[in-house]
């Protein structure tokens, strides 16, 4: 008894110092799955006010030297979303829609384009996927609260785990949750590109009468109706598996583009989007011949874009990511012609 006595001690304070030295990592641990739990919830918040709160407003949208205002008015009925966004600079534009049918007028031609809504994502409906989606490839950090367009927010940043991807830094309204602010920024903290209410008011009245009324009255407009069609990229021949975590696939479209000799046949452009939740790649295949293009690579503020030739074709591959990411992506493009 007297010789176990001290080893069970020995064994105890062991036992204790391991305690006490897991402890703070320990808290850390629980510390993170807070955060990651309030970021995750809070980045659901700014989908859902994006698609169900009545709000009105002007925002402002920066990419590069290039900066563009515009009104909003978007209201959530019983008879689905409807949504007024015009521009207040440069050349006169409308934009009118319900739920997914969007009708674009352009005064200055008379010209009205009809077609469905693609992007789901347009400010202030930033987030295309879940919290818990976009977290898997961006650390989040709540930095407290602030103040956008005389409204109080909530600041979160989220960090890319690789180099694949920008910062992203936004401003949810404290209420609703709306996304009063957005900012893109670089490795060492430059904006590239942001969007952000100068006035909103969240929980107006739905007034979609309006709206509802421009759609209709397209009457002595010329009406366009772009031809889009799904198409299988994949059945065609084409392998685009880049290895980067986060991103896949979300939609595959081919666009008949006019070619510039009037008597020849439209030219197919197909287009493979993905997407991380936050950030988006467009892949873009065109055909070289009769297509004039030059290989090179470019950006404006936070979008980036590459065109390379490969075989017959030419690749187009754009995005808010670094030049590299698209590098990656144009590298893993494969093409193995279908019997």
């Given at each position: 008894?007297?010789?176990?006595?001290?080893?069970?001690?020995?064994?105890?304070?062991?036992?204790?110092?391991?305690?006490?030295?897991?402890?703070?990592?320990?808290?850390?641990?629980?510390?993170?799955?807070?955060?990651?739990?309030?970021?995750?919830?809070?980045?659901?918040?700014?989908?859902?006010a994006a698609r169900h709160e009545n709000y009105e407003g002007v925002f402002v949208f920066q990419h590069g030297n290039f900066?563009?205002?515009?009104?909003?008015?978007?209201?959530?009925?019983?008879?689905?979303?409807?949504?007024?966004?015009?521009?207040?600079?440069?050349?006169?534009?409308?934009?009118?829609?319900?739920?997914?049918?969007?009708?674009?007028?352009?005064?200055?031609?008379?010209?009205?384009?009809?077609?469905?809504?693609?992007?789901?994502?347009?400010?202030?409906?930033?987030?295309?996927?879940?919290?818990?989606?976009?977290?898997?490839?961006?650390?989040?950090?709540?930095?407290?609260?602030?103040?956008?367009?005389?409204?109080?927010?909530?600041?979160?940043?989220?960090?890319?785990?690789?180099?694949?991807?920008?910062?992203?830094?936004?401003?949810?309204?404290?209420?609703?949750?709306?996304?009063?602010?957005?900012?893109?920024?670089?490795?060492?903290?430059?904006?590239?590109?942001?969007?952000?209410?100068?006035?909103?008011?969240?929980?107006?009245?739905?007034?979609?009468?309006?709206?509802?009324?421009?759609?209709?009255?397209?009457?002595?407009?010329?009406?366009?109706?772009?031809?889009?069609?799904?198409?299988?990229?994949?059945?065609?021949?084409?392998?685009?598996?880049?290895?980067?975590?986060?991103?896949?696939?979300?939609?595959?479209?081919?666009?008949?583009?006019?070619?510039?000799?009037?008597?020849?046949?439209?030219?197919?452009?197909?287009?493979?989007?993905?997407?991380?939740?936050?950030?988006?790649?467009?892949?873009?295949?065109?055909?070289?011949?009769?297509?004039?293009?030059?290989?090179?690579?470019?950006?404006?503020?936070?979008?980036?874009?590459?065109?390379?030739?490969?075989?017959?074709?030419?690749?187009?591959?754009?995005?808010?990511?670094?030049?590299?990411?698209?590098?990656?992506?144009?590298?893993?493009?494969?093409?193995?012609?279908?019997?």
């Amino acid at each position: 008894m007297g010789a176990a006595a001290p080893r069970q001690w020995a064994a105890w304070l062991l036992f204790a110092a391991a305690m006490f030295s897991l402890s703070p990592q320990a808290a850390r641990a629980d510390s993170d799955a807070g955060a990651r739990q309030q970021a995750g919830a809070l980045l659901d918040r700014i989908q859902d006010a994006a698609r169900h709160e009545n709000y009105e407003g002007v925002f402002v949208f920066q990419h590069g030297n290039f900066v563009q205002s515009s009104r909003i008015a978007h209201y959530f009925t019983h008879d689905g979303e409807f949504e007024s966004v015009e521009s207040l600079d440069g050349q006169p534009r409308k934009l009118l829609r319900h739920d997914d049918d969007l009708y674009t007028f352009v005064p200055d031609r008379h010209l009205c384009v009809v077609e469905k809504r693609l992007n789901k994502d347009s400010f202030p409906a930033l987030i295309s996927e879940s919290g818990a989606q976009v977290l898997s490839v961006y650390d989040p950090k709540m930095l407290g609260a602030d103040r956008v367009a005389g409204l109080d927010a909530q600041v979160i940043e989220l960090d890319p785990k690789d180099a694949f991807r920008f910062t992203y830094k936004l401003w949810a309204e404290a209420k609703s949750g709306l996304l009063l602010r957005v900012q893109t920024l670089d490795t060492s903290g430059q904006v590239l590109a942001q969007a952000a209410f100068t006035q909103v008011r969240v929980g107006v009245p739905p007034q979609k009468a309006g709206i509802a009324a421009g759609i209709r009255g397209t009457h002595g407009w010329t009406l366009v109706r772009p031809p889009v069609s799904p198409v299988d990229m994949q059945a065609q021949g084409w392998r685009m598996a880049p290895d980067i975590p986060g991103f896949h696939p979300i939609r595959e479209l081919r666009r008949l583009m006019a070619a510039r000799d009037p008597q020849a046949a439209p030219i197919p452009v197909d287009q493979a989007v993905f997407s991380d939740g936050l950030s988006t790649i467009s892949v873009f295949v065109e055909p070289a011949e009769g297509n004039s293009r030059k290989e090179g690579a470019g950006s404006t503020g936070a979008t980036h874009v590459l065109v390379t030739r490969y075989r017959d074709y030419w690749i187009t591959v754009l995005g808010e990511v670094p030049q590299a990411t698209l590098q990656r992506f144009a590298s893993a493009i494969e093409y193995k012609a279908t019997k």
